[in-house]
């Protein structure tokens, strides 16, 4: 149960910090966070230390667990490796990738179409990350699995920022279906190529992402 419990917790933080209600540089008290959420404070322990895990978190000294702070140079260089690390994902599903996960590729690519035509971020975001899950388990390489779900985990509140930018959902949908076609396919350099451009920040992406955070950091500076 308190696995369980701790996994919800994660994940409402998770959202908090990347909408904002939870700001860079804010001190997570399990006591008030306990109250908050109505739990004792083993499974709030247990959903900050994940967190930090991830590095959403930080413990400092004489302040305890709080909302970590990353510069947008930090930023961009983590989904400059996550990009790397997709595309290579792509292009080894293209060549390995069995029945099995074809279909599962496809019917998770179908979810995000009926988000994205709901409008609903919230359930765009979970089954995008379904959607890329699959794509890493079918690389057949369980090491680069690993680093890509790592990786992943990592950055999940800022591409959850992304895909509140105007339009970003349906081009995400889009991008999907251009990279499901390409692995179906087995066009392993178009899989590749495909995943990076759709990971990759840059241009006027980056800028409403670097934007978005200056939003979280005004927020904070306020309080």
């Known amino acids: 149960m308190n696995e369980r419990t701790a996994s919800r917790l994660r994940d409402a ?17 399990e006591t008030a966070l306990a109250e908050r959420f109505g739990v004792s404070r083993t499974p709030i322990r247990e959903a900050l230390l994940e967190l930090a895990a991830s590095g959403l978190v930080e413990h400092r ?13 930090r930023l961009f260089e983590m989904f400059e490796v996550m ?3 997709e595309g290579m994902c792509g292009r080894l599903a293209a060549r390995r990738i069995g029945d099995w996960q074809r279909e599962a590729l496809k ?12 409008g609903d971020t919230d359930a765009y975001y979970y089954e995008n990350e379904r959607f890329h899950g699959i794509i890493y388990q079918s690389c057949g390489n369980s090491f680069l699995t690993e680093e890509a779900q790592r990786l992943h985990r990592r950055l999940k509140p800022y591409r959850r920022l992304q895909l509140r930018v ?12 251009g990279i499901v076609e390409a692995i179906l396919d087995g066009d392993a350099g178009a899989a590749e190529e495909r995943l990076k451009a759709h990971i990759v920040v840059q241009g006027e992406r980056f800028g409403d992402l670097v934007a978005n955070l ?5 927020v904070a500076t306020a309080r």
């Open 166 to 177: 105007h339009n970003r959902m349906m081009t995400s949908l889009a991008e999907h279906e």
């Open 61 to 73: 000294p004489r302040r305890g667990a709080v909302v970590a702070q990353v510069s947008a140079g």
């Open 83 to 85: 990009a790397e690390l």
């Open 13 to 29: 933080l998770e959202q908090d910090i990347a909408t904002g209600e939870l700001p860079p540089g804010t001190r997570l008290d």
């Open 214 to 218: 200056s939003k979280l950091e005004d």
């Open 107 to 118: 019917d998770a690519c179908a979810a995000c179409a009926r988000a994205a035509g709901s």
